[in-house]
Protein backbone atom coordinates (compact mmCIF):
# COMPACT_ATOMS: atom_id res chain seq x y z
CA UNK A 1 0.00 0.00 0.00
CA UNK A 2 1.34 3.45 -0.97
CA UNK A 3 0.70 7.07 -0.51
CA UNK A 4 0.95 9.45 -2.91
CA UNK A 5 0.86 13.62 -1.72
CA UNK A 6 0.58 16.03 -4.52
CA UNK A 7 1.86 19.24 -4.57
CA UNK A 8 -1.39 21.62 -5.99
CA UNK A 9 -0.31 25.29 -7.01
CA UNK A 10 -4.13 26.37 -6.06
CA UNK A 11 -3.41 24.84 -2.91
CA UNK A 12 -0.47 26.67 -1.61
CA UNK A 13 -0.89 25.16 1.99
CA UNK A 14 -0.89 21.33 0.80
CA UNK A 15 3.19 21.82 -0.33
CA UNK A 16 4.45 20.90 3.04
CA UNK A 17 6.45 17.16 2.66
CA UNK A 18 4.37 13.83 3.76
CA UNK A 19 4.99 11.63 6.40
CA UNK A 20 3.00 8.74 7.28
CA UNK A 21 4.13 6.50 9.59
CA UNK A 22 0.39 4.95 10.51
CA UNK A 23 0.93 3.33 7.58
CA UNK A 24 2.76 0.36 9.41
CA UNK A 25 0.33 0.00 12.30
CA UNK A 26 -2.76 -0.81 10.03
CA UNK A 27 -3.92 -4.10 10.09
CA UNK A 28 -2.58 -5.61 6.94
CA UNK A 29 0.13 -3.27 6.62
CA UNK A 30 2.51 -5.17 9.25
CA UNK A 31 2.97 -8.66 10.74
CA UNK A 32 0.72 -9.48 13.40
CA UNK A 33 -0.45 -5.56 13.84
CA UNK A 34 3.05 -4.67 15.27
CA UNK A 35 4.52 -1.46 14.82
CA UNK A 36 6.74 -2.51 11.72
CA UNK A 37 8.14 0.21 8.76
CA UNK A 38 6.55 -0.25 6.01
CA UNK A 39 7.21 1.16 2.48
CA UNK A 40 7.44 4.99 2.37
CA UNK A 41 5.19 7.26 0.81
CA UNK A 42 6.06 7.94 -3.04
CA UNK A 43 6.12 11.36 -4.19
CA UNK A 44 4.68 12.45 -7.85
CA UNK A 45 2.06 13.85 -9.98
CA UNK A 46 -1.66 12.99 -9.30
CA UNK A 47 -4.13 14.63 -11.11
CA UNK A 48 -5.95 18.45 -10.40
CA UNK A 49 -7.58 18.08 -7.84
CA UNK A 50 -6.22 15.00 -5.99
CA UNK A 51 -3.49 15.67 -2.95
CA UNK A 52 -2.90 11.69 -2.69
CA UNK A 53 -3.70 8.70 -3.06
CA UNK A 54 -4.10 5.11 -1.06
CA UNK A 55 -4.56 2.35 -3.47
CA UNK A 56 -7.42 3.27 -5.16
CA UNK A 57 -8.45 5.65 -2.47
CA UNK A 58 -8.31 9.14 -3.50
CA UNK A 59 -7.85 12.19 -1.15
CA UNK A 60 -9.16 15.17 -2.74
CA UNK A 61 -8.26 18.91 -2.11
CA UNK A 62 -11.98 19.72 -1.78
CA UNK A 63 -12.28 17.12 0.55
CA UNK A 64 -9.54 18.22 2.77
CA UNK A 65 -11.26 21.60 2.66
CA UNK A 66 -14.22 20.75 4.00
CA UNK A 67 -12.78 18.93 6.63
CA UNK A 68 -10.33 21.94 7.56
CA UNK A 69 -13.23 23.90 7.76
CA UNK A 70 -15.99 21.33 9.68
CA UNK A 71 -13.07 20.60 12.45
CA UNK A 72 -11.74 23.93 12.70
CA UNK A 73 -7.79 22.62 12.33
CA UNK A 74 -5.44 23.46 9.78
CA UNK A 75 -4.96 22.40 6.29
CA UNK A 76 -1.60 20.18 7.14
CA UNK A 77 -3.92 18.05 10.20
CA UNK A 78 -6.81 17.91 7.65
CA UNK A 79 -5.06 16.54 4.84
CA UNK A 80 -3.40 13.86 7.44
CA UNK A 81 -6.78 12.98 8.65
CA UNK A 82 -8.03 12.43 4.80
CA UNK A 83 -5.35 10.35 4.11
CA UNK A 84 -5.81 7.78 7.60
CA UNK A 85 -9.13 7.68 6.37
CA UNK A 86 -8.19 6.52 2.96
CA UNK A 87 -6.05 4.34 4.09
CA UNK A 88 -8.68 2.50 6.42
CA UNK A 89 -11.24 2.35 3.35
CA UNK A 90 -8.63 0.81 1.51
CA UNK A 91 -8.10 -1.85 4.05
CA UNK A 92 -11.52 -2.20 4.13
CA UNK A 93 -12.06 -3.00 0.85
CA UNK A 94 -9.04 -5.43 0.79
CA UNK A 95 -11.12 -7.26 3.90
CA UNK A 96 -14.44 -7.14 2.01
CA UNK A 97 -15.59 -4.83 5.04
CA UNK A 98 -17.23 -2.58 2.77
CA UNK A 99 -19.98 -5.78 1.29
CA UNK A 100 -20.90 -6.35 4.91
CA UNK A 101 -24.65 -6.47 5.61
CA UNK A 102 -24.27 -3.85 8.67
CA UNK A 103 -21.97 -1.61 6.84
CA UNK A 104 -24.14 -1.33 3.82
CA UNK A 105 -26.99 -0.49 6.03
CA UNK A 106 -24.50 2.11 7.90
CA UNK A 107 -23.76 3.45 4.59
CA UNK A 108 -26.75 3.97 2.77
CA UNK A 109 -28.51 5.73 6.44
CA UNK A 110 -25.49 7.92 6.81
CA UNK A 111 -25.87 8.85 2.96
CA UNK A 112 -30.04 9.31 3.19
CA UNK A 113 -29.38 11.46 6.15
CA UNK A 114 -26.62 13.36 4.16
CA UNK A 115 -28.90 13.82 1.07
CA UNK A 116 -31.30 15.13 3.35
CA UNK A 117 -29.43 17.73 4.95
CA UNK A 118 -28.36 18.63 1.25
CA UNK A 119 -32.26 18.70 0.43
CA UNK A 120 -32.79 21.23 4.01
CA UNK A 121 -29.98 23.15 3.20
CA UNK A 122 -31.10 23.85 -1.12
CA UNK A 123 -34.34 24.64 0.35
CA UNK A 124 -33.22 27.09 2.76
CA UNK A 125 -31.28 28.81 -0.35
CA UNK A 126 -34.21 29.14 -2.02
CA UNK A 127 -34.80 32.34 0.02
CA UNK A 128 -37.23 34.08 1.91
CA UNK A 129 -41.04 32.63 2.42
CA UNK A 130 -43.07 33.61 -0.29
CA UNK A 131 -46.69 34.90 -0.19
CA UNK A 132 -47.94 32.06 -1.58
CA UNK A 133 -46.13 29.71 0.81
CA UNK A 134 -47.16 31.88 3.82
CA UNK A 135 -50.99 30.96 2.88
CA UNK A 136 -50.94 27.70 2.42
CA UNK A 137 -48.59 26.96 5.88
CA UNK A 138 -51.36 29.54 7.28
CA UNK A 139 -54.18 27.57 5.20
CA UNK A 140 -52.77 24.12 7.68
CA UNK A 141 -52.92 25.92 10.71
CA UNK A 142 -55.33 28.53 11.16
CA UNK A 143 -56.48 28.12 14.55
CA UNK A 144 -53.04 28.93 15.88
CA UNK A 145 -52.70 31.51 13.04
CA UNK A 146 -55.86 32.89 11.67
CA UNK A 147 -58.39 31.94 13.99
CA UNK A 148 -61.73 33.59 13.07
CA UNK A 149 -64.63 34.80 15.84
CA UNK A 150 -66.17 32.19 17.16
CA UNK A 151 -69.88 31.67 18.48
CA UNK A 152 -70.21 29.10 21.39
CA UNK A 153 -74.03 28.26 21.27
CA UNK A 154 -76.64 25.35 22.82
CA UNK A 155 -79.25 24.62 20.72
CA UNK A 156 -82.84 22.20 20.12
CA UNK A 157 -83.00 20.42 16.63
CA UNK A 158 -86.30 18.66 16.02
CA UNK A 159 -84.77 15.97 13.61
CA UNK A 160 -86.27 15.97 9.92
CA UNK A 161 -86.20 12.69 8.83
CA UNK A 162 -84.19 11.80 5.45
CA UNK A 163 -87.04 12.23 1.98
CA UNK A 164 -89.63 13.64 4.54
CA UNK A 165 -92.35 15.35 3.06
CA UNK A 166 -93.59 19.00 3.39
CA UNK A 167 -96.13 18.23 6.12
CA UNK A 168 -93.17 16.33 8.70
CA UNK A 169 -91.18 19.90 7.95
CA UNK A 170 -94.25 22.25 8.69
CA UNK A 171 -94.53 20.04 11.56
CA UNK A 172 -90.83 20.06 12.80
CA UNK A 173 -91.33 23.89 12.08
CA UNK A 174 -94.05 24.03 14.19
CA UNK A 175 -92.69 22.05 17.08
CA UNK A 176 -89.28 24.31 17.07
CA UNK A 177 -91.31 27.73 17.56
CA UNK A 178 -93.32 25.92 20.43
CA UNK A 179 -89.60 24.98 21.68
CA UNK A 180 -88.41 28.74 21.29
CA UNK A 181 -91.04 29.91 23.30
CA UNK A 182 -90.10 27.35 26.18
CA UNK A 183 -86.36 28.43 26.28
CA UNK A 184 -87.39 32.17 26.94
CA UNK A 185 -86.35 31.70 30.07
CA UNK A 186 -82.82 30.07 29.85
CA UNK A 187 -82.50 33.59 27.52
CA UNK A 188 -83.47 35.67 30.31
CA UNK A 189 -80.77 33.41 32.45
CA UNK A 190 -78.44 33.63 30.18
CA UNK A 191 -78.06 37.85 30.17
CA UNK A 192 -78.37 37.68 34.01
CA UNK A 193 -75.29 35.29 34.76
CA UNK A 194 -72.05 35.29 32.98
CA UNK A 195 -70.72 31.99 31.43
CA UNK A 196 -68.17 30.06 33.65
CA UNK A 197 -64.86 29.28 31.79
CA UNK A 198 -64.73 26.43 30.28
CA UNK A 199 -62.31 23.81 31.36
CA UNK A 200 -62.41 22.38 27.24
CA UNK A 201 -63.12 24.44 24.21
CA UNK A 202 -67.25 23.94 24.46
CA UNK A 203 -67.64 22.74 27.39
CA UNK A 204 -70.70 24.21 28.95
CA UNK A 205 -70.83 22.21 32.22
CA UNK A 206 -72.28 24.41 35.12
CA UNK A 207 -73.30 27.02 32.60
CA UNK A 208 -77.17 27.71 34.00
CA UNK A 209 -78.19 29.28 30.98
CA UNK A 210 -77.30 25.61 29.51
CA UNK A 211 -78.98 23.79 32.34
CA UNK A 212 -81.66 25.54 32.19
CA UNK A 213 -82.25 25.62 28.09
CA UNK A 214 -81.98 21.70 28.41
CA UNK A 215 -84.85 21.93 30.50
CA UNK A 216 -87.16 24.06 28.89
CA UNK A 217 -86.53 22.68 25.55
CA UNK A 218 -87.09 18.87 27.04
CA UNK A 219 -85.14 16.55 24.78
CA UNK A 220 -86.94 13.40 23.31
CA UNK A 221 -89.76 12.92 21.60
CA UNK A 222 -92.52 15.67 20.13
CA UNK A 223 -95.31 14.46 17.53
CA UNK A 224 -93.11 11.73 16.66
CA UNK A 225 -90.46 13.52 15.77
CA UNK A 226 -86.92 13.44 17.92
CA UNK A 227 -85.79 16.46 19.38
CA UNK A 228 -81.76 16.92 20.29
CA UNK A 229 -80.53 19.64 23.04
CA UNK A 230 -76.70 20.00 22.75
CA UNK A 231 -74.36 22.34 24.18
CA UNK A 232 -71.83 22.98 20.79
CA UNK A 233 -67.97 24.43 20.82
CA UNK A 234 -67.42 28.11 18.67
CA UNK A 235 -67.98 27.84 15.36
CA UNK A 236 -66.94 30.20 12.83
CA UNK A 237 -69.15 31.99 10.76
CA UNK A 238 -68.34 29.97 7.55
CA UNK A 239 -69.10 26.73 9.66
CA UNK A 240 -65.64 26.02 10.67
CA UNK A 241 -65.29 24.45 14.54
CA UNK A 242 -62.59 26.16 16.86
CA UNK A 243 -61.11 22.62 17.75
CA UNK A 244 -57.53 21.30 17.14
CA UNK A 245 -59.45 18.10 15.62
CA UNK A 246 -61.17 20.07 13.60
CA UNK A 247 -64.52 19.81 11.96
CA UNK A 248 -67.59 21.41 10.73
CA UNK A 249 -71.10 22.58 11.27
CA UNK A 250 -74.15 23.12 8.58
CA UNK A 251 -73.26 26.63 6.47
CA UNK A 252 -77.00 27.66 7.37
CA UNK A 253 -76.73 26.91 11.31
CA UNK A 254 -73.17 29.31 11.17
CA UNK A 255 -74.60 31.58 9.77
CA UNK A 256 -77.54 32.03 12.29
CA UNK A 257 -75.00 31.20 15.06
CA UNK A 258 -73.11 34.40 13.83
CA UNK A 259 -75.86 36.84 13.53
CA UNK A 260 -76.34 36.31 16.98
CA UNK A 261 -75.03 39.72 19.44
CA UNK A 262 -74.09 39.35 22.85
CA UNK A 263 -75.00 36.10 25.28
CA UNK A 264 -78.50 35.42 25.42
CA UNK A 265 -79.71 36.30 22.31
CA UNK A 266 -81.91 33.76 21.08
CA UNK A 267 -82.73 32.89 17.17
CA UNK A 268 -85.48 32.49 15.03
CA UNK A 269 -86.35 29.46 13.99
CA UNK A 270 -83.42 28.05 11.85
CA UNK A 271 -83.86 24.81 8.85
CA UNK A 272 -81.47 22.89 8.10
CA UNK A 273 -80.98 19.54 6.33
CA UNK A 274 -80.94 17.65 10.03
CA UNK A 275 -84.30 19.39 10.90
CA UNK A 276 -85.45 22.83 12.86
CA UNK A 277 -83.65 24.13 15.20
CA UNK A 278 -83.54 26.82 18.19
CA UNK A 279 -80.25 28.58 18.67
CA UNK A 280 -78.86 30.22 22.37
CA UNK A 281 -75.67 32.12 21.79
CA UNK A 282 -73.25 31.05 25.01
CA UNK A 283 -70.57 33.65 23.87
CA UNK A 284 -68.39 35.32 21.05
CA UNK A 285 -64.63 34.26 21.37
CA UNK A 286 -62.39 36.79 19.88
CA UNK A 287 -60.48 36.23 16.47
CA UNK A 288 -56.81 35.77 16.95
CA UNK A 289 -54.89 36.72 13.78
CA UNK A 290 -50.79 36.66 14.63
CA UNK A 291 -49.07 39.45 11.96
CA UNK A 292 -47.50 38.42 8.96
CA UNK A 293 -44.20 38.73 9.96
CA UNK A 294 -44.68 36.68 12.69
CA UNK A 295 -46.30 33.74 11.48
CA UNK A 296 -43.43 33.76 8.59
CA UNK A 297 -41.57 33.06 11.43
CA UNK A 298 -43.28 30.22 13.07
CA UNK A 299 -43.71 28.35 9.61
CA UNK A 300 -40.38 28.32 8.41
CA UNK A 301 -39.44 25.19 9.39
CA UNK A 302 -42.24 23.45 8.14
CA UNK A 303 -42.04 25.56 4.88
CA UNK A 304 -38.32 24.06 4.35
CA UNK A 305 -39.29 20.84 5.17
CA UNK A 306 -42.07 21.29 2.45
CA UNK A 307 -39.83 22.30 -0.20
CA UNK A 308 -37.30 19.51 0.74
CA UNK A 309 -40.05 17.14 0.23
CA UNK A 310 -41.32 18.49 -3.10
CA UNK A 311 -37.26 17.91 -4.14
CA UNK A 312 -37.24 14.51 -2.72
CA UNK A 313 -40.38 13.83 -4.66
CA UNK A 314 -38.77 15.13 -7.83
CA UNK A 315 -35.34 13.33 -7.42
CA UNK A 316 -37.69 10.07 -7.04
CA UNK A 317 -39.49 10.70 -9.92
CA UNK A 318 -36.49 11.40 -11.69
CA UNK A 319 -34.80 7.89 -11.24
CA UNK A 320 -38.19 5.91 -11.31
CA UNK A 321 -38.10 7.32 -15.27
CA UNK A 322 -34.83 5.24 -15.36
CA UNK A 323 -36.00 2.10 -14.07
CA UNK A 324 -37.03 -0.85 -17.20
CA UNK A 325 -39.33 -3.85 -15.36
CA UNK A 326 -39.02 -6.54 -17.82
CA UNK A 327 -41.19 -9.14 -17.38
CA UNK A 328 -40.20 -11.87 -19.83
CA UNK A 329 -38.49 -14.88 -17.97
CA UNK A 330 -35.72 -14.49 -20.13
CA UNK A 331 -34.50 -11.54 -18.51
CA UNK A 332 -35.46 -13.28 -14.82
CA UNK A 333 -33.35 -16.30 -15.72
CA UNK A 334 -30.18 -13.95 -16.56
CA UNK A 335 -30.26 -12.83 -12.58
CA UNK A 336 -29.55 -16.52 -11.36
CA UNK A 337 -25.88 -17.64 -11.65
CA UNK A 338 -25.31 -20.85 -12.73
CA UNK A 339 -22.67 -23.45 -12.12
CA UNK A 340 -20.89 -24.75 -14.97
Known amino acids: MTVRPDVLPARPFLRAPLFLSIVAALPGCGGGGAATSGPPPERGTLAAGLVARAGREEVTADSVGRIALAQGVDPQ????????????????????????????RSVKTVLARRLLQQLLASADAEGPITDEELRLATARRWLELDRPEGFRTVHAVVRVPEGADAATRARAEQIARAIRSDVVSASAIARERAAPPPVRPGDADGDPAVEEFRRAAGAGTREGLEVLVEALPAVAADGRMLLMEGGSLDDGFARAASSLGVRGDLSEVVTTSYGAHVILLLERTPASIVPAEERRRRVRDEVLWSR?????????????????????????????????
Not at 78 to 101: C, K, M, N, T
Open 308 to 340: ASAARAALLQGLRRDVVVERSADALLVQVPSER
Open 77 to 104: LARERAIRDALFAAEARASGVDVSPDVE
